[in-house]
């Protein structure tokens, strides 16, 4: 079963925007990692925040996590059409095994 | 370095038949573990080998295999094929080490399963 959900499902956004997306876990983790997917395609991976750490940047990407609320979220900045893709967050969980849990996905579509 | 790769990029198999995916991980990743992506359940984790042994699995029936070479390539078979076993088919390479080191896991493109 999924580990998280993600919201919104769906976001459409002019280009130029910031697109904010957030997801939501169930149980304590060792890392949170974000990846696109181009439709139909393999996963992009996009960046890994430890659970010490609260905030994570990257390009044009910015990461916030709160392991109190469990939630973490992903800023995208001045979007670009070339940004459109579906979103998904994967949670490495505290104990047990390396594999990871993802959640549903946020399908983003970037309006030139 | 080159990425992950997978064979073939895309199956037509009929139900009853049995499937064998390969994956190639990044040159001195010793991790590899294997996704389903379906639109009905989304991503969802198969099992995972590290240094030719399987050290982790997840909740899906007997007919789904995997094997690691001592080369690190590993693959996945599916026997008795089921319409619900259409699918994208997701490995991923990670360096693997021990359960506490945070590793990225990066992913191939996928081998596109239909099953008819």
């Known amino acids: 079963s999924q580990q998280g959900e993600e919201d919104p499902q769906a976001l459409s956004i002019q280009e130029g925007e910031n697109a904010t997306m957030n997801c939501s876990y169930k149980t304590s983790i060792n890392n949170l990692q974000w990846y696109r997917q181009n439709s139909g395609r393999g996963l992009v991976h996009l960046i890994l925040i430890r659970s010490n750490e609260r905030e994570k940047h990257s390009g044009r990407l910015r990461v916030t996590l709160d392991t109190s609320k469990k939630s973490c979220s992903l800023l995208i900045t001045a979007s670009r059409a070339a940004d459109t893709a579906s979103y998904f967050c994967?949670?490495?969980?505290?104990?047990?095994?390396?594999?990871?849990?993802f959640g549903t996905g946020t399908r983003l579509t970037v309006i030139p | 370095k080159a990425g992950v790769t997978q064979t073939p990029r895309y199956l037509i198999k009929t139900r009853g038949q049995q499937v064998t995916l390969s994956c190639s991980p990044i040159s001195g990743h010793r991790s590899v573990s294997w996704y389903q992506q379906t639109p009905g359940q989304g991503l969802q984790f198969l099992f995972e080998y590290f240094s030719e042994t399987q050290r982790n699995k997840g909740n899906f029936p007997g007919r789904f295999s995997g094997r690691q070479f001592s080369n690190s390539r590993s693959e996945m078979n599916v026997s008795t094929l089921e319409l619900g076993d259409s699918a994208l088919y997701l490995c991923a390479s990670s360096l693997g080490g021990g359960l506490a080191v945070n590793n990225e896991q990066f992913f191939g493109p996928g081998t596109r399963l239909t099953v008819l």
């Open positions: 994967a949670t490495r969980r505290e104990t047990g095994a390396n594999n990871l849990f």
